[in-house]
């Protein structure tokens, strides 16, 4: 199925079961001063998972574009992109694991057609000293579920013998985790202020028994494990529980489902993939560059991914509204391109090339999202700008930075690509690791440094009288 479809079929299930269908939420949060991007489904409706009444009722969904800057350094690897859409279904106080399980169970397996055979799950441990009990419930129904598909549901807690011997025969069916299956905002259990909800996930994983387990990640591989053996799916987020005054925790009266889904890796699993730039929505990203460059993906996988994401990515903040710039939202932007075009080098894509992607990945988005298709010409036009304006000096400061091989490259050095040729610092230090140029001990602090002297200085500017 491809990944259209899923996105369809997934808002359709959810409607049959009595969902209001949202529009997204714009990647920028619109009264959220704490977080510079929507990051997740769950992140703009908090304020109605902690109990606001929401005008559309009780069962929500919808499919959320988040972009994740925190994820930057994984795009490269086949699962991590900065921009996704993540299939979300909420219950506010109304149904409850019982239902959410088989639902994301039936979704997956008849809906999407996934193979259940290679569906793997994970669920709450527990935590004794905080007094919070095993998740069982949640690991009772997937039992359930498996068991009726005909493959059997081994337990097993992630770390213990009994788990090391259920990796042997290919890894337990139903893995128990502890802080990493536990939700709550911020910090942990223990950290939590009274009243503060948190409650356990349940994560779904595929299975690509292609993938070799990497050991240089752990002895044993298991849900987990990051050598991308298993990828994870999505999760259920049972907000059940509230801190209490003695630093218990008691069951809430109005209990809530949060559930997030890739939608991009969702798809890759559809067609068997455990790569997703394969997909039906940046495959053609994908081919285009490459008869652009003439480059090939066996060859140039990472150089690829990245630009096609991050082009993605950046079409989607012009879209919503951002405009490259040197702050906040509009420097990560700024980021974005510059780091696409640094990319693109590697290709041997060295002139002018936006005007031939764009309008790929425009067409992408056009029919399911409209403001995509109403603000093409404007967000071309936005981000051709910045693509000329950067390729003026990338020659200049790559041909500077390489001066500094007998050096080497500290923060003084950093500032100056920063500040005189407009390199993000994540820009200077790969390029310089690319290049095998040292990168002097204490480099982040010395540029953090420089940085904020800059800052104070044009303060002091802005507050001079004449
Ligand atoms: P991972 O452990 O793989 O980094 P996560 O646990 O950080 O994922 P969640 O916050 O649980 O992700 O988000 C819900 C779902 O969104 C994930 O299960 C995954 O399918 C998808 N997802 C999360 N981050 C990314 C990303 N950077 N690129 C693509 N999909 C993502
Ligand atoms: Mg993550
Ligand atoms: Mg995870
Ligand atoms: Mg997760």
């Known amino acids: 199925m491809d990944a259209r479809e899923i996105r369809k079929v997934y808002l359709d299930f959810q409607a049959e079961h009595g969902h209001a269908v949202i529009p997204r939420a714009k990647l920028v949060p619109q009264d959220d001063p704490t977080t510079l991007f929507t990051g997740s489904g769950m992140q703009p409706l908090l304020p109605y998972l902690l109990g606001k009444p929401h005008p559309q009722g009780r069962r929500l969904a919808d499919s959320q574009t988040c972009l994740r800057v925190q994820d930057i350094e994984e795009v490269g690897d086949n699962r991590h992109t900065t ?146 053996r298993y990828i994870e799916l999505g999760n259920s987020v049972f907000m059940e529980f509230a801190k209490n005054d003695a630093g218990g925790f008691d069951e809430l009266p109005a209990q809530n489902v949060d559930y997030g889904g890739g939608l991009e890796r ?73 780091r696409a075009i640094r990319f693109a080098f590697e290709l041997g894509l060295e002139e002018d090339f936006f005007p031939q992607i764009l309008p790929v990945i425009g067409e992408l988005y056009a029919s399911d999202y409209p403001e995509v298709a109403e603000s093409l010409d404007r967000v071309t036009a936005v981000l051709v700008k910045e693509e000329k304006a950067f390729r003026r000096t990338l020659r200049k400061g790559l041909k500077q930075l390489r001066g500094y091989r007998r050096t080497g490259v500290g923060g003084e050095e950093l500032f100056v690509l920063y500040d005189t040729f407009g390199f993000p610092v994540e820009l200077s230090t790969e390029e310089a690791k690319n290049q095998g140029i040292e990168l002097q001990d204490g480099w982040r602090q010395a540029f953090e440094a420089k940085l904020n002297e800059q800052r104070a200085r044009s303060q002091q500017a802005s507050t001079m009288k004449p």
């Open 83 to 228: 921009f996704f859409e993540m299939l979300g279904n909420w219950s506010l106080g109304d149904y409850f694991k019982a239902e959410q399980l088989p639902w994301v169970w039936t979704f997956l397996t008849d809906k999407v057609g996934l193979d259940p055979e290679r569906i793997f799950v994970t669920c709450y441990s527990g935590d004794e000293e905080n007094g919070i009990a095993k998740d069982t419930e949640s690991a009772e129904i997937w039992t359930r579920l498996f068991t009726e598909a005909g493959i059997s549901a081994d337990q097993a807690d992630v770390g213990t013998e009994e788990h090391a011997a259920a990796v042997g025969t290919g890894g337990a069916r139903i893995a128990f985790y502890s802080k990493k299956n536990w939700w709550c905002r911020g910090g942990s259990a223990a950290a939590m202020p009274p009243g503060e909800p948190g409650g356990p996930d349940s994560e779904i994983f595929y299975l690509f028994p292609s993938i070799e387990h990497d050991p240089a990640y752990g002895e044993h591989c298991h849900q987990n494990c990051d050598c991308g």
């Open 266 to 338: 969702i798809a890759a699993a559809s067609i068997d993939s455990p790569d997703v730039y394969r997909i039906s929505l940046m495959w053609p990203i994908i081919e285009r560059l490459q008869e652009l460059s003439g480059k090939s993906y066996d060859t140039h996988t990472v150089a690829l991914r990245v630009v096609a994401d991050h082009l993605r990515g950046a079409t989607f903040l012009a879209v919503d509204g951002i405009v490259p710039s040197n702050k906040t939202q509009g420097y990560v932007m700024r980021r974005l391109v510059r």
